[in-house]
């Protein structure tokens, strides 16, 4: 039994097929194309007959790709463009006309949920609570559970992209800049407090990123000294010292920042883990199926 999922998020257009075995879900073919539709939310607030008309083609070849991978369920999931922007009901009437299967808006909770789900999938049993954060390209999503249970969430509009345009890192970062993205970051998470928990996660293509430069555990201090040294880089130089594409070093900075604030708030380190939002689509189906 295999299923698909394809993933409209902020920086990317992403397929996933998944096959249950009798090890377990197997991965069978991943891809992704690097659209940057949360440029036009930020930019304007809303996504351009362009942008629309070129993410609905790659999501046609994504969902043609799928199909002949076997596929006896496909999901096309929008996130942040899809609520954020005006004319989000003008994306998803395209995507579903080129996917030819309905188009779904997820809303911050069930992209919370999703995420935690793949998230703790992905690094097996846990005690204790358990914080998932996904930073996106266009909102940050947080899920503090225990086992499978869901206990306490938060969505903010804010994530890598949008805070890179907002403050200009396109080459080495001003101090003041930083400065100025961080308060950004505070002002946007204001009062909030995130319940106590035993670990925590942090999930999303930043958090990857991160993890080959802070060797997989985000400590306050270790994610302080990696925002040292990529504000004092330029994303060319960044991916060139580190295994991380020019696309994501560009991103990186401003996702650093918001990760540091959020393992702050938590008082645990972050730890990455491989699945995210997909993944937890994927499963769901798979659950889905196997109970019809």
Not at 135 to 156: H, K, N, P, R
Request: hydrophobic share 40%; net charge positive; aromatic share 4%.
């Amino acid at each position: 039994m295999r299923v698909g999922v394809i993933d409209v998020g902020a920086n990317t257009v992403r397929v996933l097929v998944v096959e249950q075995t009798t090890q377990g879900p197997r991965i069978v073919k991943e891809q992704k194309a690097r659209l940057s539709l949360g440029a036009d939310v930020e930019a304007t607030g809303s996504l351009s007959s362009d942008r629309i008309k070129q993410t609905a083609e790659y999501v046609r070849a994504y969902a043609r790709l799928a199909r002949n991978l076997g596929v006896s369920s496909l999901d096309v999931l929008v996130t942040s463009p899809g609520r954020q922007a005006r004319n989000g009901h003008e994306l998803t009437r395209e995507l579903s006309r080129a996917s030819r299967t309905d188009t779904r808006i997820l809303s911050s909770e069930m992209e919370g949920q999703l995420a935690y789900y793949g998230a703790i999938s992905a690094v097996g049993p846990l005690a204790g609570r358990t914080l998932v954060c996904d930073v996106g390209g266009g909102s940050t999503q947080l899920i503090v559970g225990e086992s499978d249970a869901v206990l306490w969430q938060l969505s903010v509009d804010i994530g890598s992209l949008r805070l890179t345009r907002r403050f200009g890192f396109a080459r080495a970062a001003t101090s003041s800049k930083v400065v100025a993205a961080r308060s950004e970051v505070q002002r946007l998470l204001g009062t909030t407090r995130i319940p106590a928990v035993a670990q925590a996660y942090a999930t999303g293509g930043t958090a990857k990123a991160l993890g080959r430069i802070c060797d997989r555990e985000m400590t306050g201090a270790a994610l302080e000294q990696a925002i040292t040294r990529i504000s004092a880089l330029s994303p060319t130089k960044l991916s060139n010292l580190y295994p991380v594409g020019y696309w994501r070093a560009e991103r990186l900075l401003a996702g650093a920042l918001i990760l540091s604030e959020l393992q702050r708030r938590a008082g645990v380190p972050l730890r990455v883990a491989g699945g995210g939002i997909r993944e937890g689509a994927a499963l769901t189906m798979l659950d889905r199926l196997a109970a019809a």
